[in-house]
């Protein structure tokens, strides 16, 4: 009956999170909390919504509670470090982060999250080695580029940058435009 029970309530916040009602879906998950209080899906929505409503706090709650509970989940350790740079707790996302890459290497979003917490920190040479390693894992995805060519700028590196740029054109032109408005490398320097 259990086993029904905890079932119906997952359909549930599933079918209410498919149209919508994110209440609905919180309401769904609570109940399930309450009969499995650590039931690692629940949990992580519910930290999902609760982020979702600007109840940041709650949320950090609840996601600590699942990385207590799955500290070998890197998606886990990686939301949790997205929430905590959001809050401006930087060192603890950067180490939130840092576990994510270590349990899984190929997370490109945590690579993308360490860079953008170690530029905020002003550790520039860390982060240049996080953007690396996100872009090798997406070399199309032109956020980890941006963010790359912006550190080689902040390093006083407008050759990387431009070398960054040149790249970007080749299959994100409007990215690779944004980045000369922005650092004043201009076309000329950069071809």
């Known amino acids: 009956m259990h086993r029904l029970q905890i079932g119906w309530l997952r359909w549930q916040g599933r079918l209410a999170l498919m149209v919508g009602h994110r209440m609905g879906a919180l309401r769904a998950f609570e109940a399930i909390c309450a009969l499995v209080p650590d ?24 996601q600590r509670a699942l990385v ?66 996100n872009t ?14 912006r550190v080689h700028v902040d390093r006083q590196e407008p050759q990387e940058a431009a070398k960054i740029i040149r790249h970007l054109r080749g299959f994100e032109p409007k990215v690779a435009a944004q980045l000369e408005r922005e650092t004043g490398l201009s076309t000329a320097q950069s071809a």
């Open 39 to 62: 039931d690692a899906h629940a949990l992580a929505s519910r930290a999902q919504l609760e982020d979702q409503r600007g109840h940041a706090e709650e949320a950090l709650a609840l």
């Open 68 to 133: 207590q509970q799955t500290p070998q989940a890197a998606a886990a350790w990686f939301n949790l470090g997205f929430m905590l740079e959001k809050a401006g707790q930087l060192e603890e996302a950067l180490a939130a982060f840092s576990e994510a890459t270590r349990l899984s290497p190929k997370l490109d979003r945590a690579w993308y999250g360490l860079g953008l917490v170690l530029i905020r920190l002003r550790r520039f040479d860390e982060a240049v080695d996080a953007l690396r390693r």
């Open 136 to 149: 090798e894992l997406q070399p199309m995805s032109p956020y980890g580029w941006y963010q790359l060519a």
